[in-house]
């Protein structure tokens, strides 16, 4: 019997660089299989090769038995196979039903499109998801779960037998993962096959059956998920074993570096008022869309609010005005380091001294031997794996992006750096490195704000959680205090502890 999907010994080049040396992966129908690594360990080039986007230098690729070599993403899509992004790429300005049938509409008897038949179809595909709805609303403003359910529904719509689901619950809520969990079994029971691509070890082992593992290109092992740990699986991922994820350190705590008092912007958040002293690492945490991010954003500048005051070091800090909040020694690494945190098409020495080109320039003039020295130093110590400084940041792994963008705050030589979730996405080897670095620059007195969905994160690395819950500070935790239970209750409770300065 053959099996659904096949890929055996697989390589790829671009340029000198060897991005898969040996991949390979099986996939049965009515299983959902795990594909994990750090991340540049191959796992997206695999990807791309699977839904046509890339070809493959070597190797075999099979589909129920059959060798293929797709030539074209359309050309994977029209032989079932269907890549669900972490990202979805709909047309905002189109319907749902309008995206689910995009270029493949039904006609009327007239000929002109058939819009009920794409109505009653939409509502068929999206009921059988268990997900009411409108297929007339715009996928503009739609939250990134219910986008990923119009692809689901699109590629079901196009009777894919294989799904791929790459990172898919990285931006989702609690509830949004489980609902997600509940149509990837389901579609499991249906018989298609399905690749389960994440970071998050708790999914990877409450949902899927089987496990393979990649590093640096290579295919390391297949186990069935009843028969590995955690901890063997980070051992094959980074080729040693992460002994201690969160490597905090403990820290002298020092003046008062960030006050920020009464804080008020109707309808985000009221009355915020909270301090971060140096060395301190304050976590800001609670459920997705209560408020913490937009808290963070306003603190630094990026938004505006109507009361309230923020210092810094004891100085008036301007509202809205992200220039004079870095002038007085604020960084901030923010949630989407590819929009916000990142120039995409310049290269890491580039990016690394976005913040600091003033400094570096002489006599106004800046030239890339000038900037050569500084993005040097910032990307060893950081430990960035690039083929060279020219290197588009688009072209790094999450990863390597998110330690880019941390160089070039911490070139800034800053008193405070506000984090908003700086493990999303990456892998578990550099989630490690970067926990260190943050320890690390706790260690050198500067003050840490950080935003993370991650307990586990907000648990082994804050010397204090801030609770938000609807814009507003419900609970403030020390680290001693501080339990899962305590910080989930706090941010599911309209009543918590009294918070305090």
């Not at 697989?10 to 099986?26: N, Q």
């Not at 913040?355 to 990307?379: C, D």
């Not at 990456?426 to 926990?435: L, M, N, Q």
Request: with cysteine; proline share 3%.
């Amino acid at each position: 019997m053959s099996h659904l999907l096949e890929l055996h010994d697989v390589t790829k080049t671009f340029g000198a660089v060897a991005a898969l040396a040996g991949a390979e992966i099986v996939l049965d129908s009515g299983t959902i299989h795990a594909l994990v690594g750090e991340n540049g360990a191959g796992k997206s080039t695999l990807v791309k090769i699977i839904g046509g986007l890339h070809g493959r230098d070597g190797g075999d690729f099979l589909l129920d038995g059959e060798s293929v070599d797709f030539r074209s993403t359309a050309d994977a899509k029209h032989h079932g196979i269907a890549v669900i992004y972490q990202e979805p790429t709909l047309f905002p300005d189109f319907t749902v039903a309008e995206n689910i049938f995009a270029g493949r509409q039904p006609y009327t008897r007239f000929g002109t499109i058939d819009r009920a038949e794409m109505r009653r179809a939409t509502r068929e595909l999206t009921e059988r998801l268990g997900i009411v709805i409108d297929p007339d609303r715009d996928a503009r403003g739609l939250s990134i779960a219910d986008q990923q359910v119009i692809e689901i529904a699109k590629a079901i719509s196009l009777n894919a037998k294989v799904l791929i689901m790459d990172e898919p619950t990285a931006a989702l809520s609690g509830v949004e993962v489980e609902r997600l969990m509940g149509i990837a079994r389901q579609l499991r029971d249906e018989g298609k096959g399905i690749i389960f691509i994440s970071h998050r070890f708790d999914e990877v082992f409450a949902l899927c059956s089987t496990i393979t593992v990649m590093r640096d290109g290579q295919h390391i092992a297949t186990s069935l998920i009843a028969d590995v740990t955690v901890d063997v699986i980070i051992r094959q991922m980074v080729g040693r074993s992460v002994e201690n994820l969160f490597p905090k350190e403990e820290v002298a705590i020092g003046d008062v570096v960030l006050d920020v008092e009464h804080l008020t912007r109707a309808g985000v958040f009221e009355d915020v008022s909270f301090q971060v002293r140096a060395g301190e690492i304050v976590c800001l945490a609670g459920l997705v869309g209560a408020g913490r991010s937009e808290i963070a954003r306003a603190v630094f500048g990026v938004d505006s609010y109507e009361s309230g005051a923020v210092t810094l070091g004891g100085v008036a800090v301007p509202r809205h005005r992200p220039s004079a909040a870095m002038a007085l020694g604020m960084g901030f690494v923010p949630e989407d380091r590819r929009k916000q945190g990142l120039a995409m098409t310049a290269g890491v020495q580039s990016n690394i001294t976005l913040a600091i080109r003033n400094q570096v320039a002489k006599y106004g003039f800046l030239t890339s031997k000038l900037e050569q020295g500084p993005a040097e130093h910032w990307a060893r110590r950081l430990q960035v794996k690039t083929r060279a400084l020219d290197t588009h940041a688009g072209m790094l792994s999450g990863g390597n992006q998110q330690k880019v963008v941390l160089a070039k705050w911490l070139a800034t030589n800053p008193k405070l750096l506000i984090i908003d979730e700086p493990t999303r996405g990456i892998d578990v080897g550099t989630k490690s490195e970067v926990h260190r670095l943050i320890s690390e620059l706790a260690g050198t007195g500067v003050a840490v704000l950080m935003i993370s969905s991650e307990l586990p994160e907000v648990l082994g690395m804050a010397d204090r959680v801030l609770i938000v819950r609807e814009g507003r500070l419900t609970a403030n935790i020390s680290r001693a205090d501080a339990t899962a239970e305590r910080v989930m209750y706090a941010a599911t409770h309209a009543a918590g502890e009294e918070v305090a300065k």
